[in-house]
T-cell receptor, first 115, second 108 residues
Framework: DVKVTQSSRYLVKRTGEKVFLECVQDMDHENMFWYRQDPGLGLRLIYFSYDVKMKEKGDIPEGYSVSREKKERFSLILESASTNQTSMYLC??????????????FGNGTRLTVT | KNEVEQSPQNLTAQEGEFITINCSYSVGISALHWLQQHPGGGIVSLFMLSSGKKKHGRLIATINIQEKHSSLHITASHPRDSAVYICAASNSGYALNFGKGTSLLVTP
């Protein structure tokens, strides 16, 4: 079974802090994704990566950056956390064919609160 | 961008009832995904389909490509089916366009 592991389930940070959210998958998937999920808005793509060191902006990349130095690990970085980044963050991975035609495997999510 | 609409937004059913959740999309797709999210956050992929019908246990997913519409059916619903059900469409590229989800509560 594919396992996608997010480093924290709950995280509380202060405004202005630099925040790292880590995601690791164990199935050698090329594609990895970061989403945020907010009530009434559904899942929105922040960034995705289709290979090591490759990244593409999603629908809402502002205020975020990502890092993919190793195939199994995809990190989401909030350079200076703000209260409007309080949200549920979900990492996902998929096999190398186009992500939309392969099932996505999600982590359990990180609920981030910025105070 | 593919607009994905789900209905209903919220649904309450009694145990044993037959449940239908609908999903429509605006642009032709290569695949339609149905996902399940239980309280606590984790999301599980239920189905991925590009035509016809798929069945896993009590869950059935259908898609009508011409009408740009998909349905998820749950037969003999059970309280453990209570979850948020999300449909997502893919046309090209690496990303999916997600519906906002249908929150299902099945009462004993």
């Amino acid at each position: 079974d594919v396992k996608v592991t997010q480093s924290s389930r709950y995280l509380v940070k202060r405004t202005g802090e630099k925040v790292f959210l880590e995601c690791v998958q164990d199935m050698d998937h090329e594609n990895m994704f970061w989403y945020r999920q907010d009530p009434g808005l559904g899942l929105r793509l922040i960034y995705f990566s289709y290979d090591v060191k490759m990244k593409e902006k999603g629908d809402i990349p502002e205020g975020y950056s990502v890092s993919r130095e190793k195939k199994e690990r995809f990190s989401l970085i909030l350079e200076s956390a703000s209260t409007n980044q309080t949200s549920m963050y979900l990492c996902a991975s998929s096999p190398p064919d186009l992500g939309g035609n392969s099932p996505l495997h999600f982590g359990n999510g990180t609920r981030l609160t910025v105070t | 961008k593919n607009e994905v609409e789900q209905s209903p937004q919220n649904l309450t059913a009694q145990e044993g009832e037959f449940i239908t959740i609908n999903c429509s999309y605006s642009v032709g797709i290569s695949a339609l995904h149905w996902l399940q999210q239980h309280p606590g956050g984790g999301i599980v992929s239920l189905f991925m389909l590009s035509s016809g019908k798929k069945k896993h246990g009590r869950l059935i997913a259908t898609i009508n490509i011409q009408e740009k519409h998909s349905s998820l059916h749950i037969t003999a619903s059970h309280p453990r089916d209570s979850a948020v059900y999300i449909c997502a469409a893919s046309n090209s590229g690496y990303a999916l366009n997600f519906g906002k989800g249908t929150s299902l509560l099945v009462t004993p």
